[in-house]
């Protein structure tokens, strides 16, 4: 069955720190990988899609197939991305979410 | 384009009444999602459609909950009765052959 597991439901870095949010799947198909942001009260907006490889905002994720994960990463956090995090599979159809990281970062 | 418009974007209301939540997709896309969002459980998909049909119903949490596509500009979320444990945001998001999912800003369900 198709998964997707942010272990982490709440995240707080020094501005400044580098920053990692966690997102692991399962799926036996291939995977498409997306993740989304939604700032405070406001509607989810697509961060990075894994076939794009590219990096927005400063953000980058891998998609690693061995380990099944898609990590989204930003060496240089900044006040301003603090928000909820998505992780999202794409399996038909269908998209599956994580639960999502609250993602906090200290001035 | 304008984006998912979803209206209203509050509604309080008070138990065993009935509730209708619209969404209006972005011209053009052929699927419409409606998801369900909670502190406890995150995005659950309710239901969702392609060129207007319902396609997987399985999300919707009882026969309390219906959901209509009428044409490709106009969905609706209903609850009747409407149970406080239905208090959470509801999002519409719409694409284009799947993905990627364009939400709108939701509606935020208040019942007392």
């Known amino acids: 069955a198709q998964r997707v597991t942010q272990p982490e439901k709440l995240l707080s870095v020094f501005k400044g720190a580098p920053v990692e949010l966690k997102c692991n799947y399962s799926?036996?198909?291939?995977?498409?990988l997306f993740w989304y942001v939604q700032y405070s009260r406001q509607r989810l907006q697509l961060l990075l899609r894994h076939i794009s490889r590219e990096s927005i905002k400063g953000f980058t994720a891998d998609l690693n197939k061995g380990e099944t994960s898609f990590h989204l990463k930003k060496p240089f956090a900044q006040e301003e991305d603090s928000a909820m995090y998505y992780c999202a599979l794409a399996a038909g159809n269908q998209f599956y979410f994580g639960t999502g990281t609250s993602l906090t970062v200290i001035p | 384009d304008a984006g998912v418009i979803q209206s209203p974007r509050h509604e309080v209301t008070e138990m065993g009444q009935e509730v209708t939540l619209r969404c209006k997709p972005i011209?053009?896309?052929?699927?419409l999602f409606w998801y369900r969002q909670t502190m406890m459980r995150g995005l659950e998909l309710l239901i969702y459609f392609n060129n207007n049909v319902p396609i997987d119903d399985s999300g919707m949490p009882e026969d309390r909950f219906s959901a209509k596509m009428p044409n490709a500009s106009f969905s609706t979320l209903k609850i009747q009765p409407s149970e406080p444990r239905d208090s959470a945001v509801y999002f519409c998001?719409?694409?284009?052959?799947?993905?990627?999912?364009?939400f709108g800003n939701g509606t935020r369900l208040t019942v007392t």
């Open positions: 998001a719409s694409s284009l052959r799947g993905r990627p999912l364009h």
């Open positions: 799926y036996s198909g291939s995977p498409e």
């Open positions: 011209s053009g896309h052929d699927y």
